[in-house]
């Protein structure tokens, strides 16, 4: 099982990021997708849901608006674009999979700086 993180960076306070978790060694397409952050010191949080099908999202309430999660089931990926970026987004970012009374699984992470 493998899920592998990308697309993070620095970016200027305003900018955008789009991450990418790949997905391997399960059926995907079977689980809810969701993407979690851990900022230095602080503890890992919750920041977009999607389930199996796609058909609902979830966000935390300092991500609505700015954050869309999206999933491409054919490709077994997750996606997760990060708009009007602020410097209280600067964290490690993780994709996790999950589904009912299956292990749950985590990426590396990726790390997301907003800075000037």
């Known amino acids: 099982v493998q899920l592998v993180e990308s697309g993070g960076g620095l970016v200027q306070p305003g900018g955008s990021l789009r991450l990418s978790c790949a997905a391997s060694?399960?059926?995907?397409?079977?689980?809810?997708m969701s993407w979690y952050r851990q900022a230095p010191g602080k503890e890992r949080e919750m920041v977009a849901v999607?389930?199996?099908?796609?058909?609902?999202?979830t966000y935390a309430d300092s991500m609505k608006g700015r954050f869309t999660i999206d999933r491409d089931n054919a490709k077994n990926t997750v996606y997760l674009q990060m708009n009007s970026l602020k410097p209280e987004d600067t964290a490690v970012y993780y994709c996790?999979?999950?589904?009912?009374?299956?292990?749950?699984?985590w990426g590396q992470g990726t790390q997301v700086t907003v800075s000037s």
């Open positions: 999607i389930t199996s099908a796609g058909g609902t999202t």
């Open positions: 060694g399960f059926t995907f397409s079977r689980y809810d």
């Open positions: 996790n999979a999950r589904r009912p009374y299956y292990l749950s699984y």
